[in-house]
Nanobody
Framework: QVQLVESGGGLVQPGGSLRLSCAAS????????MGWFRQAPGQQRTFVAA???????DYADSVKGRFTISRDNAKNTVDLQMNSLKPEDTAVYYC????????????????WGQGTQVTVSS
């Protein structure tokens, strides 16, 4: 079992930045791909970014160039640096772990955190 805990959410003005962090504990983290997803009220959970164990990354078109995903395998952490935030980025952000390869699909992630709220508003 892998436990994931997100932190770093909050309220930010449009154009601002936030850095989300996800700490993993429990069984070995080795080999897992990690992803960030988000869910706005009344909407489905959608892909934001993913990173493989070796560090290759993938981003949703809506965040490409603004968000950066990174990981520290020694510390079992994965971060999401979010810049140039927009009101449409407002959502609960979830960290997830996939024992397989990097993926954009919710169903392929086995473990999920509880989420952290990000609100972009003036």
């Amino acid at each position: 079992q892998v436990q994931l805990v997100e932190s770093g959410g909050g309220l930010v003005q449009p154009g601002g930045s936030l850095r989300l962090s996800c700490a993993a504990s429990g069984r070995t983290f080795s080999g897992y791909a990690m992803g960030w997803f988000r869910q706005a009220p009344g909407q489905q959970r959608t892909f934001v970014a993913a990173i493989s164990w070796s560090g290759s990354t993938d981003y949703a078109d809506s965040v490409k160039g603004r968000f950066t995903i990174s990981r520290d395998n020694a510390k079992n952490t994965v971060d999401l640096q979010m810049n140039s935030l927009k009101p449409e980025d407002t959502a609960v952000y979830y960290c997830a772990a996939d024992p397989g390869g990097r993926s954009r699909y919710v169903a392929e992630y086995r473990y999920w955190g509880q989420g952290t709220q990000v609100t972009v508003s003036s």
